[in-house]
């Protein structure tokens, strides 16, 4: 059940004036927004109570809503209503005062009036639904740098005026600067220098060659090997063996005839150009088999080769690794005609370096 001082709460939110017969009326003036610039404390817009003791006549506000809210009859309103109002005045002849929740309290002043002592807690504005009040918390202004160079400087025109200003504020920005900028520096470095090991690691780039370059080894004349003719068995047909084209076995005779024809054509063309390149000093042009650390992996690819035909197969170092090249040529036509032939008879990984 809704007492009294529960209906006056919530009647002052919708109601200027609340009449209590008998009592009082409990009148409503909003107040609009207010700042104290010495304390920057902001008050949201309210309302004052105040309490008009002259105000009397019965209207049947406070009685309807209670019997409506507490599904009573207005009789019973009424007598609750007359005891609320016996109470009041019991309480202030004995000189104390009367609390109202959320409102404030009743108390006698030295004139004998009622007065009310109001609860600041409770904003009966409606306008001001969701707002409070708070203080406002000034923004630091720091001095920039341009700001505290022109202050040292007029400091320093004034003869009689020391300079009171912390030269050492004038470099904090500089040296902030600094310190965010090295970091950068150091993560570019580092991936530039990933990507040098990352373009030297898969041979795109030989930045050895460019940093330590060494003159290509020419085979002189007098070191040309003559090739040896390989031994044919009786009963298979003899067919001229190159340095450049291999072949695997057949299984008809058919087959290896066909194989044969194009290897004497393939022999003849190749045996004039290792002539020519081998008369030629400036043949800096090889084609690559390998590249090893170690020189006795070299030397066993060289003869690997060399078993298989390549004659002119040899091991050269440059760079502190050892290549193992099927030969030397003197232009790039000639070098991409014998590699096209080596990749013909299978060796996909051989390459050009000049």
């Not at 599904?71 to 209503?81: F, G, V």
């Not at 005045?89 to 004998?112: A, M, Y």
């Not at 898969?202 to 085979?219: A, G, N, Y």
């Not at 194989?259 to 290792?274: A, C, H, K, V």
């Amino acid at each position: 059940m809704k007492t009294i001082a529960e209906a006056i709460f919530d009647l002052l939110f919708v109601r200027d004036t609340v009449i209590v017969p008998g009592l009082g009326a409990f009148v409503k003036k909003p107040t609009s927004a207010n700042v104290n610039r010495v304390a920057n404390y902001f008050t949201a817009p309210s309302s004052v109570i105040e309490f008009n003791d002259k105000l009397r006549d019965d209207n049947d506000l406070i009685v309807n809503y209670i019997a409506e809210e507490s599904n009573i009859p207005l009789d019973e309103a009424r007598r609750l209503l007359a005891i609320f109002v016996s109470d009041c005045f019991g309480v202030l002849k004995e000189g104390k005062s009367v609390t109202l929740k959320g409102i404030g309290s009743l108390r006698c002043d030295w004139s004998s009036d009622i007065v009310l002592d109001q609860d600041t807690s409770s904003n009966f504005n409606s306008d001001s639904f969701g707002l409070s009040d708070f203080t406002a918390v000034p923004v630091g202004h720091s001095a920039t740098k341009a700001e505290i160079r022109a202050e040292i400087e007029q400091q320093q025109k004034e003869k009689n005026t020391p300079v009171t200003v912390d030269e050492k504020a004038v470099h904090e920005d500089e040296d902030d600067h600094r310190r965010r900028v090295w970091p950068w520096i150091l993560l570019i470095l580092l991936l530039l220098i990933a990507a040098v090991f990352g373009l030297q690691y898969f041979r795109i780039v030989d930045f050895k060659q460019w940093l330590w370059p060494q003159d290509p080894i020419t085979l002189p004349i007098d070191m040309v090997i003559e090739q040896e003719k390989p031994i044919v068995a009786p009963d298979s047909t003899a067919m001229p063996e190159t340095d450049t084209i291999l072949y695997q076995e057949t299984d008809t005779l058919t087959e290896r005839d066909s194989l044969g024809i194009l290897n004497e054509q393939g022999t003849e063309e190749l045996t004039q150009l290792e002539q020519e390149i081998a008369s030629v000093e400036d043949a800096k042009i090889m084609i690559v088999a390998g590249c090893f650390s170690n020189e006795e992996n070299a030397h066993r690819l060289e003869a690997k080769l060399k078993d298989s035909g390549y004659q002119s197969a040899c091991v050269e170092m440059h760079g502190g690794k050892w290549f193992v090249s099927y030969g030397r040529y003197r232009t790039d036509d000639e070098a991409k005609a014998a590699l096209a032939k080596i990749k013909a008879d299978g060796e996909a990984k051989a390459w050009i370096r000049k």
